[in-house]
């Protein structure tokens, strides 16, 4: 038997996980989760680091005994060190609005082959203050571990989320990094690699970026699949060998993110579950009698993409007034479901035409898996079958990924998906 701990960084919570690996299978245990979100200080929004920090900590100390961590967040975002490897004030977070008039410089899609995205790693860095004075910038995980090991490092999934990534050699850039610092951006690390020791446990390298996590956990059977990543976002996409750098799939806003083994994760990044959570907190209710309410609604279609939901804020007003009418809470959810389906077909019907891949199926995996109606509606507006689960997928693939590096599984990620496949409960919808 082998045990490690996951730890798995959400925008909105995060928690630890202690995954055990025995007899061909993978099982995992929550031991500790705890709340994160942006917080507001001096007009600006930011993320509490060392307040995370508290909670992995205490999480790590609830797993046990284990054989080695991984750690795994949501991208983009990072913190500055000065010379003496301290952390340059409290690290931005995605949704602050000083990228918002950033605009795409022509050429970069040819390069490192991410949709535009305001956030980006490479556009917060022309809005940033503090980096005349930065020694070095950690993505968060990257910046935890270090915090754990004291050794720093880039993992390769992650870092190529910032925008600086050459997507076809998968190295740092020398054309979109040579304005920045010398010895800025750290050396790269890959899925697998070590990346230090905590209390004579070691740190493994995992898909530090958690979509690509989530996606090792997809319990896909052959390589004709889509899946969609549904939490906070819905990463909506299939997995290739080599990246689409199209002008057609640039228009399209088609992301190519390095993925483990080599793989791309080519997707479109949609608003996801946000809109709900959002519409959650300001109604200051739970989502179970909204859903029973929403499957009978008659809702409005709405583009979840359209950046005035991006922020916090009062999201059922917003959906309200880009739909032109008033609506019930449930008439508002089945709105959201309804538009985030369709959105998923839109996303997948383009993967196919821009990629060439072939989709048979649709992998739902993470917490939207638990929505069944989000499921159904998905499997209807898609006209494929949908299969939901594992809910626990990014913890599931980081597990997996720490188990290959200790010896305790093995083979490509093909053998890994066995295990999911073997160990998980799993859901199909088909469409009506």
């Known amino acids: 038997m082998t045990a490690v701990a996951a730890v798995d960084l959400g925008a909105s919570s995060g928690r630890v996980v202690r995954g055990v690996v025995t007899d061909g299978r993978v099982?995992?245990?929550?031991?500790?989760?705890?709340?994160?979100?942006?917080?507001?200080?001096?007009?600006?929004?930011?993320?509490?680091?060392?307040?995370?920090?508290?909670?992995?900590?205490?999480?790590?100390?609830?797993?046990?005994?284990?054989?080695?961590?991984?750690?795994?967040?949501?991208?983009?975002?990072?913190?500055?060190?000065?010379?003496?490897?301290?952390?340059?004030?409290?690290?931005?977070?995605?949704r602050d609005s000083r990228t918002d008039a950033i605009k795409p410089a022509d050429g970069l899609y040819e390069v490192n082959g991410l949709q535009f995205q305001p956030f980006n790693t490479m556009f917060q860095l022309m809005a940033e203050p503090l980096l005349p004075q930065a020694s070095q910038l950690l993505l968060i995980?990257?910046?935890?571990?270090?915090?754990?090991?004291?050794?720093?490092?880039?993992?390769?999934?992650?870092?190529?989320?910032?925008?600086?990534?050459?997507?076809?050699?998968?190295?740092?850039?020398?054309?979109?990094?040579?304005?920045?610092?010398?010895?800025?951006?750290?050396?790269?690390?890959?899925?697998?690699?070590?990346?230090?020791t905590y209390d004579g446990v070691p740190v493994i390298a995992v898909g530090s970026h958690d979509t690509a996590s989530a996606v090792v956990a997809v319990p896909a059977e052959t390589d004709r699949f889509a899946y969609i990543s549904c939490g906070t976002w819905s990463l909506v996409g299939v997995e290739l060998s080599e990246p689409v750098l199209t002008a057609e799939s640039r228009a399209a806003n088609f992301t190519n993110e390095g993925g483990v083994d080599g793989t791309i994760r080519y997707l479109r990044n949609v608003m996801g579950l946000w809109l709900l959570q959002e519409c959650l907190r300001v109604w200051d209710t739970e989502l179970a009698p909204l859903l029973h309410e929403a499957a009978t609604a008659t809702g409005s279609v709405f583009d979840p993409n359209d950046p005035v939901f991006l922020p916090p804020g009062d999201m059922p007003g917003r959906i309200e007034r880009w739909c032109g009418k008033s609506m019930s809470r449930a008439e508002i959810v089945r709105s959201v479901l309804d538009s985030l389906a369709l959105a998923h077909r839109d996303a997948i019907a383009d993967a196919q035409r821009l990629s060439g891949k072939e989709v048979e199926i649709v992998h739902v995996v993470g917490g939207g898996s638990h929505n069944e109606l989000l499921c159904q509606l998905t499997a209807d507006a898609c006209g494929l079958p949908v299969v939901a689960g594992p809910a626990e997928a990014t913890a599931l693939g980081n597990v997996l990924v720490q188990a290959r590096a200790v010896g305790a599984a093995h083979g490509t990620l093909a053998d890994l998906r066995k295990l999911v496949r073997r160990s998980q409960a799993l859901r199909r919808y088909l469409p009506r």
């Open 141 to 196: 995980p990257d910046l935890l571990s270090y915090w754990l090991t004291g050794e720093r490092g880039a993992e390769y999934t992650n870092a190529t989320t910032t925008g600086l990534i050459d997507v076809r050699t998968g190295q740092w850039s020398p054309e979109l990094t040579r304005d920045l610092p010398p010895g800025l951006l750290p050396a790269l690390r890959r899925p697998g690699d070590p990346a230090g």
């Open 27 to 94: 099982h995992v245990e929550e031991v500790h989760r705890f709340a994160n979100g942006p917080v507001h200080r001096r007009g600006s929004l930011h993320w509490d680091l060392p307040g995370l920090y508290r909670e992995v900590l205490a999480g790590l100390r609830l797993a046990g005994e284990v054989d080695s961590i991984g750690i795994d967040s949501w991208a983009v975002d990072y913190g500055l060190l000065d010379a003496s490897g301290e952390l340059l004030g409290d690290p931005f977070c995605y």
